[in-house]
């Protein structure tokens, strides 16, 4: 009797789920048709830029290649923003004009592919976009806006409500008021501010300061010449949805459809690093968007350094993220490397409820805690929260100081915490997107298909069984795939992490991130077709195609802590570690070179840093270059962005002359377009410096299982035999 119960409620969840399914799909038709357009447009732009990978500015095709698949870029940005218009406005003019933008992309991908393979070196005809800055710090491309290459400074001081004022007003300095104008002026229903209301009295109670700064931000944004509410801007950090009743509410009206994401993260001190303090390294892996490293310098607490995802808390296809991102930290040693896995949903659904988002607990945590240990006191005191949301939804991540570490992966019922030594390692840790801890099968979605799980000790979680992403109807199914790549995300990052004991610095973090792994044998059509069917793919590295964000950090109890942020792979050519849509996420002009920031004790102080690194990558480029002969090939591309270095160096300085004014109000202004312009100065010259003295090799891959092996857990007829013939 017992069994048909259980048979028939289960049944009834599963109609149920199926009726969400399609719900969603029928509102969102659009959406899900520009996903599958967006796969396919990916394909030849990703078979290109592993193509220019594999080349250099020497190359006498290179510089002109990569302004053809900038162009292919140009138009696949393009092709976003019609898209992401016509989701919000129901235009069919704005999707006519992002298909034919998606179209133009993909022709011109395949164009460029098919010349790298060749010996063709003549210039591909293309439609060429009219470029401006429309008096702002980026680009537009016939008006569409271009993310920019280089990631923008924010640098706030002062009081809550002055620091969210800033903020408001240096993203309209920055971007220009369409990207506050995108959130303001929403309407909401009783039941959505009720809600609001809900997530804003936690807020109140646990992080006061961010009602402050949203307060500010109102005031900027209006004084700005856009018209934001309180509600609009307290919306970007809470949403306006109630704490979720199921898991990514795949059981309610609007389910949750996020992609499997791929965020990595490291960090290694005591006797794993040359001197014994703490480093840092972390990705960002979905498509990137308009965003900014906030520098924060408050009057009360800590100063830090936070990059979110979104400047104003959304990213692509992902949906509202809250102000979260990675990685962060403060001037106590304290550093946020990364959220500790994604999604892992551990605590039982009876604790699930209102509390803080993740942004939120971060910002507070790197202002008011001191080391790591208190920063897990902190987590510990807060509600359990949204964790059907999981990682946007609710407190929980991976925090380290130069004497310890940890990942909060549980709160309650289990309580997991992992710390250095619970998977064998020596003063470092690392996370991906899965658990890892022995007793996260506890999860509810994990116990309903326990036997499909298998743990490894430095993998973590991971399914005996392979359901593509495509196929992924039920949660576990779903969580599965990303718990499969990440497991072999895992085993790299120990691998790399322990055989570099007593050696990690700075420059072997970046050596992580610029290691890519392999693709399989055959074509890309056959390749895919094989990773559909069993998940076999070829190495594996958390440097790959889909990084949007990578960042290195060395903080310090003091002024002199190291933030280094890249936008876009560390490294041209990396190789993506699957191929399902999300596997490339490319970037416009990539830089494949590191900003780096030094907090010191003010703007002032964090202006000379930047400058003093400015000049000093300035100069080491112009004595390289000077090596060259005018007639090689590199010379001009190169000596273009030496000017360009030379020039903002220049900008930098002229504003660092004006923040001297008596207006400390506005001197802030002038201190964050300086360190603007300086960082900018010290990618450009830094790309001078790569193309001409590439960073050391990477040592071989160590340690990392090879998917052909026949000991390898995750292939293998062990799998095999554990799974039915039609989950596999």
């Known amino acids: 009797m017992q069994t048909m119960r259980r048979r028939r409620k289960s049944s009834a969840l599963s109609a149920k789920r199926w009726r969400s399914l399609l719900t969603f799909t029928f509102k969102h038709f659009n959406f899900l048709r520009a996903m599958r357009a967006f796969a396919r447009a990916k394909v030849p732009i990703l078979l290109a830029n592993l193509e220019l990978g594999k080349r250099t500015y ?32 129901r235009s069919k003019e704005k999707w006519k004009k992002g298909f034919a933008s998606l179209n133009r992309s993909k022709m011109l991908g395949e164009k460029i592919y098919q010349a790298l393979l ?8 293309y439609e060429k976009s009219v470029l401006s800055s429309n008096g702002t710090e980026i680009l537009f491309a016939d008006g569409v806006p271009l993310v920019p290459e280089i990631n923008p400074v924010v640098i706030l001081q002062g009081s809550d409500y002055e620091m969210g004022y800033q903020y408001a007003q240096q993203l309209v300095h920055i971007f220009g008021p369409w990207i506050l104008e995108l959130k303001a002026g929403r309407k909401f229903t009783g039941e959505e501010r009720n809600v609001m209301r809900n997530w804003e009295e936690q807020i109140r109670y646990y992080a006061p300061e961010i009602l402050g700064m949203i307060e500010g931000w109102v005031s900027g944004a209006n004084d700005a010449g856009v018209p934001m509410s309180y509600e609009d801007v307290l919306e970007i950090w809470t949403g306006h949805l109630r704490p979720a009743g199921s898991y990514l509410r795949l059981e ?56 979110p995802f979104g400047a104003t808390g959304d990213v692509p296809f992902v949906g509202q993220t809250h102000m979260f991102g990675h990685p962060g930290m403060n001037n106590k040693g304290l550093a946020y490397v990364h959220h500790g896995g994604v999604a892992r949903m551990i605590e039982p659904e009876k604790h699930w409820g209102y509390g803080l988002r993740r942004g939120t607990s971060i910002w507070h945590i790197l202002r008011f805690a001191n080391n790591a240990e208190a920063a897990k006191e902190m987590e510990m005191s807060y509600p359990i929260g949204d964790v059907g949301m999981d990682s946007v939804g609710t407190v929980g991540g991976f925090y380290a100081d130069n004497a310890y570490g940890y990942v909060l992966e549980s709160r309650r019922e289990p309580f997991a915490l992992r710390e250095a030594g619970m998977l064998g390692e020596t003063d470092f840790l690392y996370a991906n997107n899965s658990a890892l801890h022995p007793e996260a099968n506890k999860a509810g979605w994990m116990q309903r298909n326990g036997k499909e799980w298998i743990w490894e000790k430095h993998r973590g979680w991971f399914p005996a069984c392979w359901v593509p992403f ?73 440097g790959n195609a889909t990084n949007a964000l990578v960042g290195v950090m060395k903080p310090d109890n003091g002024d002199t802590g190291l933030y280094l942020l890249s936008v876009g792979p560390a490294r041209r050519g ?3 570690n699957a191929s399902f849509w999300a596997g490339f996420n490319p970037i416009y002009a990539e830089t494949n070179a590191f900003m780096e920031l030094t907090l010191a004790s003010g703007p002032e102080g964090m202006g000379a840093c930047a400058k003093k690194k400015a000049q000093e990558y300035v100069t080491t480029a112009t004595a390289e270059l000077s090596k060259l002969d005018a ?98």
């Open 58 to 89: 020497k190359d006498s095709d290179y510089a002109q290649r990569v302004e053809e698949f900038d162009q292919a870029m140009i138009d696949l940005t393009k092709a976003k923003w019609y898209m992401t218009r016509g989701i919000e406005t």
């Open 118 to 125: 060749g010996v063709d070196t003549q210039p591909i005809s």
């Open 252 to 307: 309610e009206d609007v389910p949750a459809m996020p992609p499997p994401l791929l965020c990595s993260g490291a960090a290694a001190w005591g006797q794993a690093t040359v001197d014994g303090r703490l480093v840092t390294g972390s990705s960002g892996d979905h498509d990137h968007t308009y965003t900014v490293t906030v520098v924060a310098f408050p009057k009360t607490g800590n100063n830090f350094i936070i990059s």
């Open 470 to 542: 495509t196929r992924a109807r039920r949660i576990e199914d779903r969580m599965g795939f990303m718990y499969w790549g990440s497991s072999r995300r895992n085993q790299y990052l120990f691998d790399m992490l322990s055989s570099g004991a007593g050696k990690i610095d700075l420059e072997y973090m970046k050596m992580i991130y610029r290691k890519s792994g392999t693709l399989p044998p055959g074509t890309w059509e056959e390749i895919s077709k094989r990773y559909n069917k069993n998940g076999n793919w070829g190495k594996i590295s958390t």
């Open 574 to 576: 990396l190789t993506p």
């Open 631 to 728: 007639a090689d090939v590199a010379f001009v591309p190169l000596s273009t962005l030496l000017n360009k270095a030379q020039s903002e160096l220049e900008s930098g300085s002229a504003y660092a002359s004006s923040a001297g004014r008596a207006d400390r109000r506005l001197a802030i202004f002038d201190w964050a377009r300086a360190i603007r312009a300086y960082t900018r100065a010290q990618v450009r010259a830094k790309q001078v410096i790569n193309a001409l003295v590439p960073p050391p090799d990477s040592p071989d891959m160590l340690g990392v299982c090879d998917e052909n092996e026949e000991n390898s857990s995750i292939t293998g007829s062990g799998r095999r035999n554990r799974c039915s013939s039609s989950a596999v």
